[in-house]
């Protein structure tokens, strides 16, 4: 968008010379000065201009001015003062040159001339004043020292032509406004003048000069210089900035990134951040250090797109010898600047070749190394340079540094001693889950657990528990908390329940004891008069694969999901019960049939709520992710968590057990009513010898016979009709079950020499694999397991 000024630009002869020394733009002040019109020269080189011995050398830096000898198109030579500003390339422009000379320096003007008597010469404010074309008239000894040019050269030229640089632009540009509009305005504007390579801030205030009729004659230019508080007030902000953005999370890794992303570019132009290795101390930090310091490096930034400097890649170490600036830092425990123009970095470049290549192909001139330490452990260095900032590093950089860095230290450590507890709870937590699930007759399981992303491990567990009768009891439990507190809850809480499950207590029963030990646990862990705050939710769940019969109670847990065959799917309609640890409230279970080939889905509320959904969403995406069921728990259990769990992982711990139910066929099972009369046991027993021939059991038969007279002499003796024989056989193991009503249970002990009884228990614990009893609500039920797979090897 071209702008438009109220002035000649043939006041100036301006052309325009590209890198390669061809003049690309020619006005009509160059044509008025030499007399080449611009058809004649624009394209050609720039060194054909030139007078006498004139050379065409390339200035050095991005200003030069000087006196030249220049042809004009008549032969003769005109000595020509110019000024000349080398412009960078950008994604808008190549690089190139700008040349100017004034060709109006206005002269001087009548007494009463506003342009004239404007300027206080003897201010220490530096100020300049310009006419209605916006060229430069006077300019006091404080202006002349900043522009770092007299005043007698640049009479003329406007302040683009002065300045070359953009910032130049933009004051043009407001001039023009207090110009037109009459109005004095003020800029503020951070910019490096005359030939100084350190940039300043400059607050420019500009005022209309006008005549004795009030007619807007020119505008004056006052500049201050309030760098000190410029950079008081950046640096304020830096500090407030890396509050804020250092150590949103509690990842060593992001954390050092953040802390690289701060100081990029505001402090450098390039930062690395390596930090020690616990592992290679043997777990804890050193307090002293000494070379060679092996590091990791851990984030680094860069001004440069695609941090294309970066020598050693995040993730991978590097052993750092004594004279580089990682390990020299860490062990004197400070700040360490070094330069280039002070001979300072030599030692640090001689120690790695690829790195001295970079810092001399980049053109790195200035290195800060500064310790990063916490709490008295010292956890690595973050190495700031610059190549594109001309600034070296100042006592003020160094105090900033230090001040970001400590507050990235102490978020460092934070994540380091976070990551640290969070593995132990992981592998304690690990260690306290099972491993792999039974194989069973009653059901398949498959199962997830997944620790969460950001609050750390805590207590969620899932079991799968074999219980007598080829029953199999299932549970799910959340721990209140996360951390090494909640995982090591969570195991007591789950040996208990394999405990309680060990005795045949039903569902019900199983939760009233688990909430009384939940209870204690609280207890235990209060203080004085107060109780803790353990709490936890469980569901558990007994299936019969004989009955095909399946047992549930909950503790404040989620429902549990029903798939049955056909793809029929619900949610079980349980009684919620109270949360363990609040004691004295009553369970209530509910009996369910499940057909063989149903899947029962339990997990923990980590899995289904979320803060960026309601619970019911989460509910009705587990819903459509289990109906896709096909055939493959473990591709199930996959999609389930694929389809409700963000992509960086759950904000609570998730577990979760898919169980698909079978059942046992009618020919497995055999049963008998027995007469409470001893003299009918013979018939008994043959009955059940034939039916292990019918089962191919021959091998089992004497051992059979025995536990089956033991058990069913013990129920005649000593419990109450009616009295039950089951055997049930699965490929593994033979299983001899006996009832009656009578809700005594049997208790195992060592007969002496003479005594006449004792022995018969003690005769079928040895004789089969395990043995035990279970209450009913009818009475008791005595089982004795008898392993098939010893029989047949042996």
Known sequence: MSRVYPFDDAATARAVIDENGTLVE???GARRLLGHPAD???????????????????????????????RHRDGRTLPVWLLAHHRTAN????????????????????????????????SPCAVAV??????????????????GLPEAHIRGLR?????????????????????????????????????????????????????????????????????????????LQLVNEASVRIGSTLDVTRTAQELADVCVPALADFVTVDLLDPHEYGGDLPVRLWAPLTLRRTAHQSVLPGVPEAVLKPGHTESYPAFSPQADSLIAGRTIV?????????????????????VREFGVHASMAVPIQARGVTLGVAVLTRHRRPDPFTADDVLLAEEITARAAVCIDNARRFSRERETALALQRSLLPRTLPHTAALQAASRYLPAARAGVGGDWFDVIQLSGLRVAMVVGDVVGHGVQASATMGRLRTAVRTLADIDLAPDELLTHLDDLVVRLSEEQGGEGSPGEVGATCLYAVYDPVSRRCTLARAGHPLPVVLRPGGRLHEVDLPAGPPLGLGGLPFESTEIELPEGTVLAMFTDGLITSRHRDPDTGRRLLHDALAAYSDSLDETCDRILHALLPSGGAADDVALLLARTQSLPA??????????????????RKQVVEQ???????????????????????????????????????????????????HTAPHLRRAKTWDEGGRGLLLVAQLTQRWGSRHTPEGKTIWAELSLLDREDG
């Open 159 to 235: 302040i683009e032509e002065i300045g070359g640089r953009p910032q130049s632009e933009e004051l043009e540009l407001n001039m023009l406004r207090v110009l037109t509009s009459g109005r004095p305005l003020d800029v503020q504007t951070y910019m490096r003048t005359g030939g100084e390579d350190v940039a300043h801030a400059w607050l420019a205030r500009m005022a209309p000069i006008t005549d004795a009729a009030g007619r807007v004659r020119g505008v004056c230019l006052a500049a201050h210089d309030f760098t000190e508080n410029y950079l008081a007030r950046e640096r």
């Open 692 to 742: 292990l021939e019918v089962w191919n059991l021959n091998a089992a038969t004497f051992t059979a016979e025995l536990v089956v007279s033991e058990l069913v002499t013990n129920a005649i003796r000593y419990g109450a009709p009616p009295i039950r024989l089951r055997l049930i056989h699965d490929t593994t193991t033979l299983i001899c079950e006996v009832s009656d009503t009578n």
């Open 130 to 147: 310009y006419d209605e074309q916006l060229r430069l008239r006077r300019v006091n000894e404080a202006m002349a020292e900043v522009i």
């Open 667 to 684: 020919s497995r099972v055999a049963t008998w009513d027995v007469p409470a009369d001893p003299a009918l046991l013979a018939p008994l």
């Open 26 to 28: 020619w006005n009509e």
């Open 91 to 122: 994604d808008e422009r190549p690089g190139h040159w700008l040349v100017v000379s004034p060709l109006d320096g206005g002269g001087p003007r009548g007494p009463d001339d506003p342009l004239g008597t404007a300027v206080l010469m003897q």
């Open 40 to 70: 004649e020269v624009v394209g050609r080189p720039a060194a054909r201009l030139l007078a006498g011995d004139a050379t065409g050398t390339v200035p050095a830096g991005a200003r030069w001015d000087g006196v030249v000898g220049l």
């Open 338 to 358: 070094a330069s280039v123009p002070s001979g300072d970095m030599t030692k640090w470049l001689s120690w790695h070749t690829a790195r001295a290549e970079r």
